[in-house]
């Protein structure tokens, strides 16, 4: 599809003009801005919901487009199963035919057609076989591993979404878009609400899509990952850059420091010339006058260079410093938490010091959330106890933010915690969280998600903690918010204990991880992504030990067998029937094919092709019958 000088406009406001710009096949985009800037807009215009003001927006005529919005449009009675199966109409309607009939054999007297058990059966057959041909089994299981690889639980499958949590639907939404077989996905914000776990899965799927994609996210670490170009969507511009996130913004800062450069050069030379025809002006004579305003008409034509970004109002945050306290300013002793029979970490000790900095990870669902409602004093353990050291102050950033008020403006909430600030401090401040004017007088309900998180960190740095305590913090932040953000926590002088998804944070804010997983809770020594990597050399070398064990397993399997054909060389059978070595090396070739089989059912990209995913299904089927007749006659053969 292609934008063509096109622009768009709410009520006399300018979101953009004069964009031109091109999505092609199989391309991989990452869309990033300020909020506000104007990039939901752009997908609203790519899918037709909205036509530009200006200029055109063209699409392919069979083009397929499907959209993951940030508020995901689904209805409260479907489940999950019922509600992507509604990217597939023609199964979703073979399943309640095959879901009524399969009632109506069980209740044949409830057939309105009258139809004999036997007829109600043959029908049921024929439409199990069309299921089976429009890949319906196929299909359903694709729907199961996709939910379970965005974190969603098999028990929530068949519960209808009304009685589930907003992310949870919003991850039923992603996993319908992921579906549907199009040409063009359009992605809003797909990471929000998933763990690092699922946006990992996320990930690897969208590495091996086949379509183009489009993404908008503030998630760095996501976009480098999966993005091979960056759209930049600011003061109404749209720019488009190659390569990763990284990548952008390390281009992006060369340019706009040499665009800063060109810019202080030429407004010096403009002051200058304006210098020189003030002088000749006051000179007064005809012929000064007269070159004074020729040199004018020439200064007025000179293009100017556009003020650099670089040089334009952003968010400043400084933390207070804490004042001097104890080392130790929290110590944790074996904490376990849990709700009635449901066990979410048991064993927890840590000890946080001044100027630690410490990240908490692990999958929703595991006590992340819970495990900092106990530290800042909010719930209380059923095991061990959290010890703060004396006269710490701390400042918690919660999730949900329950601390605000609705009713309050802006300026009344932030002062309520310092009432010693006068009026003018208070909005100087709010000033540098981008609260300028009357904006200040707005009542928080109102406020976006970005800006009541903007109000509450203005709140947590008022307190002067000495003990940060931080509940995803940077939900809802734009890029640009977040690493003024991380730049305020890296020259923080206090302790941080921080729970993030964004990897790209973490690695910049914390030197220590609490990981809490299903299976336990354990403390490593570094960052994430020394995490991940120590991970992955323990996986490697849980996968070469146990590679070692098959081998000295066959090997020790082998060396019996030769011990057998040669107690049976010297003591033959009247009547051998098999050739035992043939067997052997047959069996030996189906489990390793088997082997790679199982790999690649296991991995997302085998689902991209039904065709693919089916063959490679049959295969190992046919291989596994093919196994336990080989075993049979190895049996036979040895008695």
Not at 516 to 538: C, D, I, K, L, T
Request: charged residues 30%; hydrophobic residues 35%; proline residues 3%.
């Amino acid at each position: 599809m292609q934008f063509e000088k096109a622009g768009k406009h709410f009520g006399g406001v300018e979101v953009f003009s004069n964009v031109t710009w091109q999505i092609d096949s199989g391309q991989r985009i990452g869309m990033v801005g300020d909020n506000g800037a104007g990039k939901t807009t752009l997908f609203r215009l790519i899918t037709g919901e909205y036509s530009a003001d200006e200029g055109r927006v063209t699409r392919h005529s069979d083009a397929r487009i499907a959209l993951l919005d940030q508020i995901p449009d689904l209805r409260e009675d479907d489940t999950a199963v019922s509600a992507i199966a509604g990217s597939r109409p023609e199964i979703a309607q073979l399943e309640r035919e095959i879901e009524q009939l399969s009632h109506l054999i069980s209740e044949p007297d409830a057939d309105a057609e009258g139809r004999s058990v036997d007829q109600l059966l043959e029908r049921h057959s024929r439409l199990l076989e069309r299921y089976d041909h429009l890949g319906g089994y196929e299909f359903e299981a694709r729907v199961g591993r996709i939910l379970a690889g965005l974190g969603l639980p098999a028990d929530h499958h068949h519960i209808p979404l009304g009685q589930l949590s907003g992310g949870q639907r919003r991850r039923v939404a992603l996993a319908k878009a992921l579906l549907d077989d199009v040409d063009l996905l359009l992605l809003d914000e797909p990471t929000n609400h998933l763990d690092i776990a699922a946006i990992e899965w996320l990930q690897e799927f969208l590495r091996t899509w086949r379509g183009a994609y489009v993404a908008i996210s503030h998630d760095r670490a996501f976009l480098d990952a999966v993005c091979d170009r960056i759209v930049e969507v600011e003061d109404g511009d749209v720019r488009e850059w190659t390569g990763t996130y990284s990548e952008y913004s390390q281009l992006r800062e060369r340019e706009l420091e040499v665009q800063a450069r060109a810019y202080e050069q030429q407004q010096k030379e403009i002051r200058r010339q304006e210098e020189w025809i003030r002088w000749r002006m006051n000179q007064g004579t005809e012929k000064a006058v007269r070159m004074a305003k020729s040199r004018a008409r020439l200064l007025a034509k000179v293009e100017r260079i556009e003020r650099p970004s670089l040089q334009r109002p952003r968010p400043t945050l400084r933390f207070a410093q804490p004042r001097s306290g104890s080392q130790d300013v929290a110590i944790v002793e074996d904490l376990g938490m849990g709700f009635g029979e449901r066990r979410l970490f048991s064993g927890l000790n840590l000890v946080l010091n001044r100027q630690n900095r410490v990240g908490v990870v692990g999958p929703n669902g595991t006590g992340k959330t819970t495990f900092l409602r106990i530290l800042v004093g909010e719930m209380q353990p059923k095991e061990g106890r959290v010890r703060r050291g004396v006269s710490v102050r701390v400042g918690y950033y919660a999730q949900e933010r329950e601390d605000l008020e609705p009713s309050l403006s802006i300026l009344e909430q932030v002062g309520r915690g310092r009432p010693d600030l006068k009026m003018e401090e208070l909005r100087t401040f709010l000033g540098r969280f981008l609260f300028t004017g009357e904006m200040v007088h707005l009542p928080i309900e109102v406020l976006s998600g970005g800006e009541r998180s903007r109000v509450a960190l203005a709140m947590l740095i008022l307190s002067r903690p000495d003990l940060l305590v931080l509940d995803e913090p940077t939900n809802h932040l734009d890029i640009l918010s977040r690493e003024v953000f991380e730049d305020a926590l890296i020259d923080y002088q206090g302790t941080l204990i921080v729970s993030s998804h964004d990897r790209y944070f973490l690695d910049r804010t914390v030197e220590r991880l609490v990981v809490m997983e299903h299976e336990g809770v354990s403390v490593f020594p570094g960052n994430y992504s020394a995490w991940v990597a120590a991970r992955r050399e323990q996986e490697e070398g849980r996968k070469a030990a146990e590679e070692v064990d098959e081998a000295t397993r066959r090997a020790e399997g082998r060396e019996r067998q030769r011990r057998e054909r040669q107690d049976k060389k010297h003591n033959p059978p009247t009547a051998p029937r098999f050739d035992i070595a043939e067997i052997e090396e047959r069996i030996i070739e189906v489990e390793g094919r088997l082997a790679e089989l199982t790999d690649m059912l296991a991995a997302p990209s085998t689902y991209q092709s039904g065709e693919r995913a089916r063959d490679l299904t049959n295969e190992y089927n046919a291989l596994m019958d093919r196994l336990d007749k080989l075993y049979e006659e190895y049996e036979s053969a040895g008695s």
